[in-house]
C-alpha cells in the first residue's frame, strides 16, 4: 500500500496506472475510519483494481464556527485498516499542499445546494465540490463512490459531473448504522453518553415517517408532526432542519406524490451536529 501526502505525487501515480490501462476507484473521507467508509471501499474493490482511498479534513468546507479543530483524527488507526482492506494507496495531503495560499477559483453551485445542509452550512458544499473536483483530477479515477448518508453530498457530486464533464462514474453506497440504528459518523465518537443515547431519535423518527407512509399517509405536515414528537425524546437535540424533497431536484414537497422523495434532517447536539435521510419510493 503507498501512502501519499504530496498532490503532485499523487497525479503522477495515477497517470501511471492510467497509462497501464488499470482501472481505479476512489473513496474520498475525512479520515477517522469506520465500518460506514469501510462498505465504501468493499464497494470499490468489487469495481476496480486500484482503490485510493482520500483522507483530508477539507478546512473549505467548513464555516467559521464549526467543528474544523474539534474533527476526531486517527492516522495510525486508519493506516492498518485501509492495509487490512486492500486499499492500494491513501492519499493524505496536508492542508497547505492542497490549496495555494492565493488560491482564487472555486466551484459554486446554484440549485441544489440551496437547502437541507447548505441551508444551514453557507459555504460547505462549495468546499465539498472544490475540494472533490481537485481530487478527482488528482487521482483520476474511472469511478468514484459516495456514501447515501450524505445524500445531498451524493446528489450535488452527480450533478457537478455532469454539468462539468467528468468522465467518471459515480457509485452511491448505503447507510451502514449501529446496532440500535445511528448512522455510522466520525462525529458520533465527540458525542456524551447522554448525547450518544439520545441520538438515536433521528433514526426512530424516519421509520415512523416510514411506517406512516407505508400505511398510506402522504400529507408532509402530518409527517413532520410525527418527527417532532420523537424529537421531544431528545431534549440535548435541537432541530436544524426537517425537509421532504424531490429525490432528485431537492425542491420542497408540499405532499407525497408518484415520484421518489427524501425525507432529510439534522439535529444539533451540543458536541455534534448529527443527519440522516430516508428514500421514499412509491
Ligand atoms: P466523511 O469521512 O464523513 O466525509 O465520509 C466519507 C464518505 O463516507 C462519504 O461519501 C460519506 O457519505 C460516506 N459515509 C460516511 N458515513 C457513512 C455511513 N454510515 N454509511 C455509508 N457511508 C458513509
Known sequence: M???TDPVR??????????RGEKSALVPTMGFLHEGHLSLVRLAKERAENVVLSSFVNPAQFGPQEDLDRYPRSVER??????????SVVFMPEAGT????DASVKIEENALSRGLCGGSRPVHF?????????????????????GEKDAQQLRLIRRMVRDLNFPIEIVPG??????????????NSNLSVEERAQAIVLRRSLLAVEKAVAKGERRVEILRDIVTQHLAEAPLGQLDYLSFVDDETLAPIEDLGDQPALAALAVQFPNARLIDNLTLDF
Request: charged letters at 25%.
Open 2 to 4: 503507498d501512502v501519499v
Open 10 to 19: 499523487m497525479q503522477e501515480l495515477a497517470l501511471e496506472g492510467r497509462r
Open 78 to 87: 486508519d493506516l492498518e485498516l485501509c492495509e487490512q482492506e486492500g486499499v
Open 98 to 101: 492542497m490549496y495555494a495560499e
Open 126 to 146: 462549495s468546499g465539498v465540490l472544490t475540494v472533490v473536483a481537485k481530487l478527482f483530477l488528482l487521482a483520476q479515477p474511472d469511478l468514484a463512490i459516495f
Open 174 to 187: 448505503p447507510i451502514v448504522r449501529e446496532a440500535d440504528g445511528l448512522a455510522m459518523s466520525s462525529r
